[in-house]
């Protein structure tokens, strides 16, 4: 029996009612209403097409057919838990494992990112026997009590920082402590760490290990300087810690030359803990940490068996090794190299003609430019880079300012969706003159557009006092 169909007001209208209020939409000031997807592209109950240039949740496609046919063939045979043997968890195990530095052999599946990086903290504590935990500032690793006290993008506008909990800066190349024209802003950066873990250390306190997300994406699309993961891994060791690497963003091939964005910080560079998540199930709750042989003794050894009731289920394993299938036969690294430098180069010419583009950053299909209102004294432009949300394109922003558009796009983005997503972007700068000296000066935006022959509607949604989401959607006259 089909399920029932309700116009989108009555949806709306019961959403408010039976959802908790804190549980957000998009574009809350009219919310689409999506009920299909297919590759990089959502549909609303109109049948209108939106491309889709934030989902990195469905990493290979919406809806891929091949995701859903593993998935619907192993529901129709066997869904159990983790407690009977099954080959899918296993040859799961060992084609990630095939991506991974080899001393990272021993894994553990859960179902998400949260969860993940939970256990992730639980196994780095175990290991060392303590407690601290260094992170990097405007950092988020996920929604329990356990993360939160870890992520000051959440702590700061909650409890604040426990004492258990260090903050090192961000190592930000375009506007942080040390920029672009530092002869070695890895080795710099590095060094506030260990400056960090001195201060700790002298207070008599004890690090269980370093958390970082492999690319920061909450604070800003950041692409990481060359050496500072190995530096601070060095640092962190030497303190008795160990060094956790948040691959939930950007796992999979996202980067395109590597599987795994931590990579980039060299091919000998192997972290001692990875956590994974988003990409993993295209979609389906699936998550994994991954650790060494080493780290999983201690925890074993503590004589307190670890169980998830789902993780690892055959039919998430079975989905997957289905996503990992896709992305090596449709070869999507490559597309995420090739699509992700032409959308990179096309943004590079925007930005050479508007200089409200401050800077653009990223590495395959992680991307993101940021909006200025000066090149000099970098001041954010937050409330411009809300208007592009623009004729039937999802964007969002992301950074401690929300003035960084950022694309984290189904890896089976195309070329044409690359210039269609520049050309619109470039159509809203239109509507901005600006100069590097006094910055940009807005003009007024028409509320309908001869050019276009339609009439468009702004909508904006607030979190907190950061404008995140606007919208601009055609209508007919």
Same mark, same amino acid.
């Given at each position: 029996?089909?399920?029932?169909?309700?116009?989108?007001?009555?949806?709306?209208?019961?959403?408010?009612?039976?959802?908790?209020?804190?549980?957000?939409?998009?574009?809350?000031?009219?919310?689409?209403?999506?009920?299909?997807?297919?590759?990089?592209?959502?549909?609303?109950?109109?049948?209108?097409?939106?491309?889709?240039?934030?989902?990195?949740?469905?990493?290979?496609?919406?809806?891929?057919?091949?995701?859903?046919?593993?998935?619907?063939?192993?529901?129709?045979?066997?869904?159990?838990?983790?407690?009977?043997?099954?080959?899918?968890?296993?040859?799961?195990?060992?084609?990630?494992?095939?991506?991974?530095?080899?001393?990272?052999?021993?894994?553990?599946?859960?179902?998400?990112?949260?969860?993940?990086?939970?256990?992730?903290?639980?196994?780095?504590?175990?290991?060392?026997?303590?407690?601290?935990?260094?992170?990097?500032?405007?950092?988020?690793?996920?929604?329990?009590?356990?993360?939160?006290?870890?992520?000051?993008?959440?702590?700061?506008?909650?409890?604040?920082?426990?004492?258990?909990?260090?903050?090192?800066?961000?190592?930000?190349?375009?506007?942080?402590?040390?920029?672009?024209?530092?002869?070695?802003?890895?080795?710099?950066?590095?060094?506030?760490?260990?400056?960090?873990?001195?201060?700790?250390?002298?207070?008599?306190?004890?690090?269980?290990?370093?958390?970082?997300?492999?690319?920061?994406?909450?604070?800003?699309?950041?692409?990481?300087?060359?050496?500072?993961?190995?530096?601070?891994? =060095? *640092?962190?060791?030497?303190? /008795? %810690?160990?060094? +956790?690497?948040?691959? #939930?963003?950007?796992?999979?091939?996202? @980067?395109?030359?590597?599987?795994?964005?931590?990579?980039?910080?060299?091919?000998?560079?192997?972290?001692?803990?990875?956590?994974?998540?988003?990409?993993?199930?295209?979609?389906?709750?699936?998550?994994?940490?991954?650790?060494?042989?080493?780290?999983?003794?201690?925890?074993?050894?503590?004589?307190? =068996? *670890?169980?998830?009731?789902? /993780? %690892?289920?055959? +039919?998430?394993?079975? #989905?997957?090794?289905?996503?990992?299938? @896709?992305?090596?036969?449709?070869?999507?690294?490559?597309?995420?190299?090739?699509?992700?430098?032409?959308?990179?180069?096309?943004?590079?010419?925007?930005?050479?003609?508007?200089?409200?583009?401050?800077?653009?950053?990223?590495?395959?299909?992680?991307?993101?430019?940021?909006?200025?209102?000066?090149?000099?004294?970098?001041?954010?432009?937050?409330?411009?880079?809300?208007?592009?949300?623009?004729?039937?394109?999802?964007?969002?922003?992301?950074?401690?300012?929300?003035?960084?558009?950022?694309?984290?796009?189904?890896?089976?983005?195309?070329?044409?969706?690359?210039?269609?997503?520049?050309?619109?972007?470039?159509?809203?700068?239109?509507?901005?003159?600006?100069?590097?000296?006094?910055?940009?000066?807005?003009?007024?935006?028409?509320?309908?557009?001869?050019?276009?022959?339609?009439?468009?509607?702004?909508?904006?949604?607030?979190?907190?006092?950061?404008?995140?989401?606007?919208?601009?959607?055609?209508?007919?006259?």
């Amino acid at each position: 029996m089909a399920l029932q169909m309700f116009d989108k007001e009555r949806t709306l209208q019961m959403r408010q009612k039976l959802i908790g209020q804190s549980c957000r939409l998009f574009f809350s000031h009219e919310p689409l209403k999506i009920v299909k997807a297919r590759g990089q592209y959502l549909y609303d109950e109109n049948g209108t097409q939106y491309l889709d240039c934030i989902s990195n949740v469905q990493h290979v496609g919406h809806c891929h057919p091949s995701i859903t046919k593993a998935a619907t063939a192993q529901m129709e045979l066997l869904n159990a838990n983790s407690r009977f043997l099954h080959d899918n968890i296993v040859q799961y195990a060992e084609r990630l494992a095939n991506t991974l530095p080899q001393k990272l052999c021993v894994f553990y599946f859960v179902n998400s990112g949260s969860e993940a990086n939970d256990l992730a903290l639980r196994l780095a504590r175990q290991y060392t026997q303590n407690k601290d935990v260094v992170v990097l500032n405007h950092a988020y690793h996920g929604h329990l009590t356990s993360l939160i006290d870890i992520s000051p993008y959440k702590f700061w506008k909650l409890e604040g920082q426990k004492e258990w909990v260090h903050v090192a800066p961000l190592p930000d190349t375009y506007r942080g402590l040390y920029r672009e024209g530092h002869p070695n802003p890895g080795q710099a950066y590095a060094d506030t760490v260990k400056n960090l873990i001195d201060e700790v250390q002298n207070r008599g306190r004890k690090i269980s290990c370093f958390f970082v997300e492999s690319l920061p994406s909450v604070g800003g699309h950041i692409i990481l300087p060359p050496g500072y993961f190995p530096k601070v891994a =060095e *640092y962190i060791r030497a303190a /008795g %810690g160990v060094f +956790v690497a948040d691959e #939930i963003q950007t796992g999979f091939g996202r @980067v395109g030359s590597h599987f795994w964005a931590f990579q980039l910080q060299g091919e000998d560079f192997c972290p001692d803990i990875v956590t994974m998540g988003k990409p993993m199930g295209n979609g389906h709750p699936l998550a994994c940490v991954v650790t060494t042989k080493e780290i999983a003794g201690t925890f074993t050894a503590n004589g307190v =068996e *670890y169980f998830n009731t789902f /993780g %690892g289920n055959p +039919v998430s394993c079975a #989905i997957g090794l289905a996503v990992l299938d @896709v992305i090596e036969k449709e070869d999507l690294r490559a597309n995420a190299v090739r699509v992700g430098s032409q959308l990179k180069k096309l943004l590079k010419q925007l930005q050479a003609k508007h200089t409200i583009i401050g800077d653009v950053r990223g590495v395959g299909l992680f991307l993101g430019f940021e909006l200025v209102k000066d090149r000099v004294a970098l001041t954010p432009a937050t409330e411009e880079a809300g208007l592009l949300k623009e004729r039937h394109i999802c964007l969002s922003t992301d950074g401690p300012w929300a003035n960084v558009i950022k694309f984290k796009p189904p890896m089976c983005f195309s070329m044409e969706d690359a210039e269609r997503v520049t050309e619109q972007i470039g159509f809203i700068l239109q509507g901005y003159t600006s100069n590097i000296d006094n910055g940009p000066k807005k003009r007024k935006y028409p509320v309908s557009s001869s050019s276009l022959g339609k009439k468009a509607f702004l909508m904006l949604q607030v979190r907190g006092e950061r404008p995140e989401w606007f919208e601009l959607i055609e209508r007919q006259q």
